[in-house]
């Protein structure tokens, strides 16, 4: 492990937080057993190893960088998922971004998007979202790249 760092705290109260807090998760690596839905709690739970896109962008020659970060949704009333099998546990998935819209029925669609067509849609009550970094960050050696 490498040295201890500011840690991010983000929490998202409206659609322009989300759109912030999926900057930062933009390219975060995921695995399915860490997808976690409590019905009767009403959370939705991701533990990501997230790019440190904010380190990277402080300076040209800085080393790239993962951190463990944890994804909280509260207020969920429903999760879909699309285009992901759930029986490959160990399987990783891409986070490509975090969308969000107030739909018709007084709900807000909260939709994390995967590389590969896999979607998430998670029908919030509210925005109430925190993204939070949990741990020492550790160097990688490259950074993601997409295909345009």
């Given at each position: 492990?490498?040295?201890?760092?500011?840690?991010?705290?983000?929490?998202?109260?409206?659609?322009?937080?989300?759109?912030?807090?999926?900057?930062?998760?933009?390219?975060?690596?995921?695995?399915?057993?860490?997808?976690?839905?409590?019905?009767?709690?009403k959370i939705?739970?991701?533990?990501?190893?997230?790019?440190?896109?904010?380190?990277?962008?402080?300076?040209?020659?800085?080393?790239?960088?993962?951190?463990?970060?944890?994804?909280?949704?509260?207020?969920?009333?429903?999760?879909?998922?699309?285009?992901?099998?759930?029986?490959?546990?160990?399987?990783?998935?891409?986070?490509l971004a975090?969308?969000?819209?107030?739909n018709k029925?007084?709900?807000?669609?909260?939709?994390?998007?995967?590389?590969?067509?896999?979607?998430?849609?998670?029908?919030?009550?509210?925005?109430?979202?925190?993204?939070?970094?949990?741990?020492?960050?550790?160097?990688?050696?490259?950074?993601?790249?997409?295909?345009?």
């Open positions: 492990m490498t040295k201890d760092i500011s840690r991010l705290k983000l929490i998202g109260k409206n659609i322009e937080d989300l759109k912030t807090i999926s900057a930062y998760c933009q390219d975060s690596i995921v695995k399915i057993k860490d997808l976690v839905y409590l019905r009767d709690n939705f739970i991701m533990l990501l190893s997230r790019f440190m896109w904010e380190d990277l962008e402080k300076g040209v020659f800085r080393s790239y960088k993962r951190i463990k970060c944890v994804l909280k949704l509260n207020y969920v009333e429903k999760v879909l998922a699309k285009n992901i099998n759930q029986q490959q546990k160990n399987r990783n998935l891409e986070l975090i969308s969000s819209k107030y029925n007084n709900l807000y669609d909260v939709n994390l998007i995967f590389s590969g067509n896999g979607i998430i849609m998670c029908k919030l009550e509210e925005i109430d979202v925190m993204l939070d970094d949990q741990e020492y960050f550790w160097e990688v050696k490259h950074s993601p790249k997409h295909k345009i």
